[in-house]
């Protein structure tokens, strides 16, 4: 994550915005599979447990990319941000939910 802040700061458009993106995804994608989680099977007591996390993880995710746009103001590739944002989001996601079914299969 070191390496990801100094490349936000000092990277030109391109990179900083896939820097962001990454940041991003890699803090919003465990809430994302747990929000999808509880899509899926509805809140019940099995699923409630999981709300308060994902919504703290989903906060400090939008806050994670609010800091960073702050630092960049206006030098940004847009375009890219998003597309890195949602390709590093769901990649995360994907990859938690593999370790989950991974987890329960033992």
Do not use: Y
Request: glycine fraction near 6%.
């Amino acid at each position: 994550m070191g390496q990801i802040g100094h490349l936000i700061r000092v990277g030109n458009k391109a990179k900083s915005a896939i820097a962001i993106g990454l940041a991003f995804g890699t803090a919003a994608g465990p809430s994302l599979r747990d929000f999808i989680f509880i899509l899926r099977f509805g809140v019940n007591p099995a699923t409630s447990q999981l709300i308060l996390p994902a919504a703290c993880q989903a906060l400090i995710a939008l806050l994670i990319i609010a800091w960073a746009i702050a630092i960049r103001r206006r030098q940004i590739n847009w375009l890219l941000l998003i597309a890195a944002s949602t390709t590093s989001c769901l990649c995360v996601a994907l990859a938690w939910e593999a370790v989950q079914l991974f987890r329960t299969n033992l």
